[in-house]
Structure formats: structure tokens, C-alpha cells
T-cell receptor, first 115, second 112 residues
Framework: DADVTQTPRNRITKTGKRIMLECSQT?????MYWYRQDPGLGLRLIYY???????NKGEISDGYSVSRQAQAKFSLSLESAIPNQTALYFC??????????????FGPGTRLTVL | SQQGEEDPQALSIQEGENATMNCSYK?????LQWYRQNSGRGLVHLIL?????REKHSGRLRVTLDTSKKSSSLLITASRAADTASYFC????????????FGSGTRLQVQP
């Protein structure tokens, strides 16, 4: 079984709809991250969490929210989806700083299309 | 703008040749990492180099870091068709946001 899983893998939705992307991990890591990837722009950080009580905004948090339901689960929500949120979304995890030097492990991605 | 910028944006070589990708960044870093992404898939960590290291090897990969120039390079020796992928550098800062910042990547095509 994959260490970092994302659901759904593909989603097509309409403008204005609320969407939730889910991420689960079995690596026992404390830190979890959400990124989006647009063609030619690399990955940009949306939100990250160091534990269930520690949520931090990334570069592009506007229009998104997150929930860290448990150490192993980190969800990303688009409150009212818009077409320019069409992208590939990745969840990632990492262990404690100093132990693993912040190497990140990525899920397979969710391809989201907003019409 | 992105913290890390890769150069070139795209690279096409023949199997057996070496591939070199460069990364420049702007702020003081704790470490720099290289990741690989096969088309449409998640990124896979390749190698991490700390700010007090100058060179690191892993199999056919060689990474260098020049903190005075704020630059790094990734060399893949004796490339194979299976090395075809996008390669990203990512920097972890000494201060500020405690998270990686990724560059825009280099698309490598290795022709068989």
C-alpha cells in the first residue's frame, strides 16, 4: 500500500462548488503539506501543518482552507471553486526536522478541473 | 517569484550522455534538495545537500552546492531513457517559513 494516498485522483467540478481533497499517510510523520502545480510554474505551497494544532498558510492560501483531523489526515477545501484553481494538487509529508532533514514524500496527486 | 529557478527549462540528450541541470536561489538556506517527477505523478526525493556541504553523490547522481553564488547543479551520468522526467530543486530556508520552496523544474528527455 502507498504511504501517502490522495482522494479523489481526478475531479471535475463547476464554478462555485465546494470541493474537498483528502490526504492520508501511514508514515507516522508529523508534518503534512498541500501544494498545487500549474504547467511551467513548479509547485507552490498552499498550507502546511506541523501537528494537529499547528496550521500555517503558504504562498497561495487565498481561496483554500485546510483541516488536520488527525496526525495521519490532512484535508484541503476549496470553499467556492473557480476556474483558475484548475491544477494538479499534491499532498506531502515529512518527519521531524533534524531527524530527516525535511525530505518530503509525495502522494500521487489529484487532478482538479473547475469548469 | 520562485525561490529556486532551474536552468535549462528543457534538455534533450542521447542515452549514455551526461545531463546537467542548474538551480539558483535567493535566500540563505539550511539545505537544498532535488526531486524527480515522472509525467503527472508525485515527486520523488533524489538527494539532499546541506548548506555546509559542497558536493554529494548518490549512484549516478552528483550534486554540487555553492552557497556564495546561491546555486546548485545536478549531474546525471550515463543517462538512460528511464531518466526522462522533470527535475526540481527545492530549498529549505534558515529563517521564515519552515517549508520547502520549489523551482519551476527542468524537463529532461533522454532519447534511446
Amino acid at each position: 500500500d502507498a504511504d501517502v494516498t490522495q482522494t479523489p485522483r481526478n475531479r471535475i467540478t463547476k464554478t462555485g462548488k465546494r470541493i474537498m481533497l483528502e490526504c492520508s499517510q501511514t508514515k507516522g510523520h508529523d508534518r503534512m503539506y498541500w501544494y498545487r502545480q500549474d504547467p511551467g510554474l513548479g509547485l507552490r505551497l498552499i498550507y502546511y501543518s506541523f501537528d494537529v494544532k499547528d496550521i500555517n498558510k503558504g504562498e497561495i492560501s487565498d481561496g483554500y482552507s485546510v483541516s488536520r483531523q488527525a496526525q495521519a489526515k490532512f484535508s484541503l477545501s476549496l470553499e467556492s471553486a473557480i476556474p483558475n484553481q484548475t491544477a494538479l494538487y499534491f499532498c506531502a509529508t515529512s518527519g521531524l526536522a533534524g531527524a530527516l532533514y525535511n525530505e518530503q514524500f509525495f502522494g500521487p496527486g489529484t487532478r482538479l478541473t473547475v469548469l | 517569484s520562485q525561490q529556486g529557478e532551474e536552468d535549462p527549462q528543457a534538455l534533450s540528450i542521447q542515452e549514455g550522455e551526461n545531463a546537467t541541470m542548474n538551480c539558483s536561489y535567493k535566500t540563505s538556506i539550511n539545505n537544498l534538495q532535488w526531486y524527480r517527477q515522472n509525467s503527472g505523478r508525485g515527486l520523488v526525493h533524489l538527494i539532499l545537500i546541506r548548506s555546509n556541504e559542497r558536493e554529494k553523490h548518490s549512484g549516478r547522481l552528483r550534486v554540487t552546492l555553492d552557497t556564495s553564488k546561491k546555486s546548485s547543479s545536478l549531474l546525471i551520468t550515463a543517462s538512460r531513457a528511464a531518466d526522462t522526467a522533470s527535475y526540481f530543486c527545492a530549498t529549505f530556508p534558515n529563517t521564515g517559513r519552515r517549508a520547502l520552496t520549489f523551482g519551476s523544474g527542468t524537463r529532461l528527455q533522454v532519447q534511446p
